[in-house]
């Protein structure tokens, strides 16, 4: 059974910066594309950053240049800089990676950007 757990989320200023951690355990993920997720209550759940599992990345174009996803396989553990942050990056940050058939996600952690 994978389990993805999220981390690094909180209250920061316009302009600041968070880094959110996903650790994964009962599974490696060096071979796994993980994406971050983010959700805005009453709103769907959107793709904000995507890394394969060498290493390829793509943002959502509201990110781009101020969000920046990387993998540390040692660690199982999959990150998402943040900097710059805006009001509108206020949401749920969910982590998420396919193993076989089967989608997992983890929690979330809640992000909330004040001006």
């Known amino acids: 059974q994978v389990q993805l757990v999220e981390s690094g989320g909180g209250l920061v200023q316009a302009g600041g910066s968070l880094r959110l951690s996903c650790a994964a355990s009962?599974?490696?993920?060096?071979?796994?594309?993980m994406s971050w997720y983010r959700q805005v209550p009453g709103k769907q759940r959107e793709s904000v950053a995507v890394i394969s599992s060498v290493g390829t990345t793509n943002y959502v174009d509201s990110v781009k240049g101020r969000f920046t996803i990387s993998r540390d396989n040692a660690k199982n553990t999959v990150y998402l800089q943040m900097n710059t942050l805006k009001v509108e990056d206020t949401a749920v940050y969910y982590c998420?990676?396919?193993?076989?058939?089967?989608?997992?996600w983890g929690k979330g952690t809640q992000v909330t950007v004040s001006s």
């Open positions: 998420t990676g396919l193993w076989g058939a089967t989608q997992y």
């Open positions: 009962g599974s490696i993920l060096s071979y796994n594309t």
